[in-house]
C-alpha cells in the first residue's frame, strides 16, 4: 500500500495544483474581464524576471556562505547552478528526492570543482534512496549545510511575514497586529537561544560532543556561521532582503496587469503562502498559489481575476529562472555517462 501510494503521489499532486487553479479561476467572469482591455506592460515582466534571478542568486551565496564554512568548496558560479538546479527539481521533475536532497549530495562530492571518476548516472541519483545514519560525515555537513540554508529562508520569511502582519494585519482582523508581534517576538527569542547555545561555553561543550558522536564536529563551524553572533545579524539582513526581492518581483507582476497593491499586503500574502507550500500538495506551488493570493487580495480591491493572472506570471518567471539549471543538470548527464559500465 505504501509503495503503491508512493508511485501515484506525484500523479496526484498534479491533480490537486489543477484542481487548486480550476477552483481560483472558475467564478472569475472572463469576458468581463477581456472586455475591461487591460493594457499588459511587459517591462514589469521583464523586471520581476530580474528581481527573481537576484534573489536566487543572494540565496545561492547564502547557502555556499555556510557550504565554505565546513570545507564544502567550489566556484561561485558552480553554486548557483547546483542551486537553480535544485529550483528546477523542485518545479517538478520526476524524482525520488527533491531538490535539496540533490543539491547537498553533490556539494558533498565536490561535482561544483568538475566530474568525479566515482560519479553515478543522473537518473541514478535522482530515484536513489538517502539514509543519512549510513552516510559519509562529508554528506551529513551537506546535509546540515542545506538545513541551515533552508531554515535562515524560513526565519526571513517569518520575519517579512510578521511585519506585513503589523503594518496591513488591520485589513484581514482586529488581532493579526497582535500576532506579527507575537512573531516577531518569537523570532528574536529564538535568535538570542541560539546565540547563547553557541556562545556560552557549557552549552557549546555539549553541542559539540553530539556533533562528535554523529561523526561530524566541523558542523558547529556551520552553526556558528549561520546562527552564531555577530554572523547572525548579516544573515537575517540577507533572508529578509531575499524575501523583499521576491516580493518586489510579485508585486511587479500585478503591477503589469494595473493594480497598484501595497506592498504590505503582498508582505502578509507571500510569507503564509510560503509556509503553505510546505505541504506536498501540489507542484510547485502551482494552484496553491493562486487560490490563496486572489482570495487575501481581495481584501485590498484586488480583482480575483487580475491576481490568478498575476499569480500565474509570477510561477512562470520563476520556472524561467531555474531554466539554467538544466544546463547544469545536462552536463551531469553527460558526466555520469561517461563512466565505464554506465
Same mark, same amino acid.
Given at each position: 500500500?505504501?509503495?503503491?501510494?508512493?508511485?501515484?503521489?506525484?500523479?496526484?499532486?498534479i491533480a490537486?495544483?489543477?484542481l487548486?487553479?480550476?477552483?481560483?479561476?472558475?467564478?472569475?467572469?472572463?469576458?468581463? +474581464? &477581456?472586455? $475591461?482591455? %487591460? #493594457?499588459?506592460?511587459?517591462?514589469?515582466?521583464l523586471?520581476? *524576471? @530580474?528581481?527573481?534571478?537576484t534573489?536566487?542568486a543572494?540565496?545561492?551565496?547564502?547557502?555556499g556562505?555556510?557550504?565554505?564554512s565546513?570545507?564544502?568548496?567550489?566556484?561561485?558560479?558552480g553554486?548557483?547552478g547546483l542551486y537553480?538546479?535544485?529550483?528546477?527539481?523542485?518545479?517538478?521533475?520526476?524524482?525520488?528526492?527533491?531538490?535539496?536532497?540533490?543539491?547537498?549530495?553533490?556539494?558533498?562530492?565536490?561535482a561544483?570543482?568538475?566530474?568525479?571518476?566515482?560519479?553515478p548516472?543522473?537518473?541514478?541519483?535522482?530515484?536513489?534512496?538517502?539514509?543519512?545514519?549510513?552516510?559519509?560525515p562529508?554528506l551529513?555537513?551537506?546535509?546540515?549545510?542545506?538545513?541551515?540554508?533552508?531554515?535562515?529562508?524560513?526565519t526571513?520569511?517569518?520575519?517579512?511575514?510578521?511585519?506585513?502582519?503589523? +503594518? &496591513?494585519? $488591520?485589513? %484581514? #482582523?482586529?488581532?493579526?497586529?497582535?500576532?506579527?508581534?507575537? *512573531? @516577531?517576538?518569537?523570532?528574536?527569542?529564538?535568535?538570542?537561544?541560539?546565540?547563547?547555545?553557541?556562545g556560552?561555553?557549557p552549552?557549546?561543550?555539549?553541542?559539540?560532543?553530539?556533533?562528535?558522536?554523529?561523526?561530524?564536529?566541523?558542523?558547529?563551524?556551520?552553526?556558528?556561521t549561520a546562527?552564531?553572533?555577530?554572523?547572525?545579524?548579516?544573515?537575517?539582513?540577507?533572508?529578509?532582503?531575499?524575501?523583499?526581492?521576491?516580493?518586489?518581483?510579485l508585486?511587479?507582476?500585478?503591477?503589469?496587469?494595473?493594480?497598484?497593491?501595497?506592498?504590505?499586503?503582498?508582505?502578509?500574502?507571500?510569507?503564509a503562502?510560503?509556509?503553505l507550500?510546505?505541504?506536498?500538495?501540489?507542484?510547485?506551488?502551482?494552484?496553491?498559489?493562486?487560490?490563496?493570493?486572489?482570495?487575501?487580495l481581495?481584501?485590498?480591491?484586488?480583482?480575483?481575476?487580475?491576481?490568478?493572472?498575476?499569480?500565474?506570471?509570477?510561477?512562470i *518567471?520563476?520556472?524561467?529562472?531555474?531554466?539554467?539549471?538544466?544546463?547544469?543538470?545536462f552536463?551531469?548527464?553527460?558526466?555520469?555517462?561517461?563512466?565505464?559500465?554506465?
Amino acid at each position: 500500500m505504501k509503495k503503491s501510494l508512493k508511485l501515484v503521489w506525484p500523479y496526484l499532486r498534479i491533480a490537486l495544483s489543477v484542481l487548486l487553479l480550476w477552483l481560483a479561476a472558475r467564478n472569475i467572469a472572463w469576458d468581463t +474581464l &477581456a472586455r $475591461s482591455e %487591460i #493594457a499588459i506592460e511587459p517591462g514589469w515582466f521583464l523586471l520581476g *524576471l @530580474l528581481c527573481l534571478l537576484t534573489a536566487n542568486a543572494l540565496a545561492a551565496f547564502r547557502w555556499g556562505w555556510i557550504m565554505r564554512s565546513v570545507d564544502l568548496h567550489g566556484s561561485w558560479l558552480g553554486i548557483f547552478g547546483l542551486y537553480l538546479s535544485g529550483g528546477l527539481i523542485n518545479q517538478g521533475l520526476p524524482s525520488t528526492i527533491g531538490g535539496d536532497s540533490y543539491r547537498a549530495i553533490e556539494a558533498s562530492r565536490q561535482a561544483l570543482a568538475g566530474p568525479s571518476a566515482d560519479l553515478p548516472s543522473l537518473s541514478d541519483e535522482l530515484h536513489s534512496r538517502i539514509d543519512l545514519n549510513k552516510a559519509t560525515p562529508r554528506l551529513r555537513l551537506s546535509f546540515v549545510a542545506v538545513a541551515l540554508d533552508r531554515m535562515l529562508g524560513l526565519t526571513g520569511n517569518i520575519v517579512l511575514g510578521a511585519l506585513g502582519l503589523i +503594518l &496591513a494585519g $488591520s485589513v %484581514i #482582523a482586529p488581532w493579526a497586529q497582535t500576532v506579527g508581534w507575537m *512573531l @516577531l517576538a518569537a523570532t528574536a527569542g529564538g535568535a538570542i537561544v541560539s546565540i547563547c547555545l553557541l556562545g556560552l561555553r557549557p552549552a557549546r561543550r555539549v553541542l559539540l560532543g553530539i556533533l562528535d558522536r554523529l561523526g561530524m564536529e566541523t558542523a558547529i563551524n556551520a552553526l556558528r556561521t549561520a546562527l552564531g553572533w555577530p554572523q547572525i545579524l548579516p544573515q537575517l539582513a540577507l533572508s529578509a532582503g531575499i524575501h523583499v526581492v521576491t516580493i518586489a518581483s510579485l508585486w511587479l507582476c500585478l503591477r503589469a496587469f494595473g493594480p497598484w497593491v501595497p506592498f504590505e499586503a503582498l508582505m502578509v500574502g507571500l510569507p503564509a503562502l510560503s509556509i503553505l507550500m510546505i505541504l506536498p500538495i501540489s507542484i510547485s506551488g502551482w494552484g496553491l498559489r493562486e487560490t490563496t493570493l486572489s482570495a487575501m487580495l481581495t481584501l485590498w480591491g484586488v480583482p480575483a481575476g487580475t491576481t490568478v493572472l498575476a499569480s500565474v506570471s509570477f510561477g512562470i *518567471l520563476g520556472l524561467l529562472v531555474c531554466m539554467p539549471g538544466a544546463l547544469f543538470l545536462f552536463r551531469r548527464r553527460k558526466a555520469g555517462h561517461a563512466l565505464p559500465g554506465q
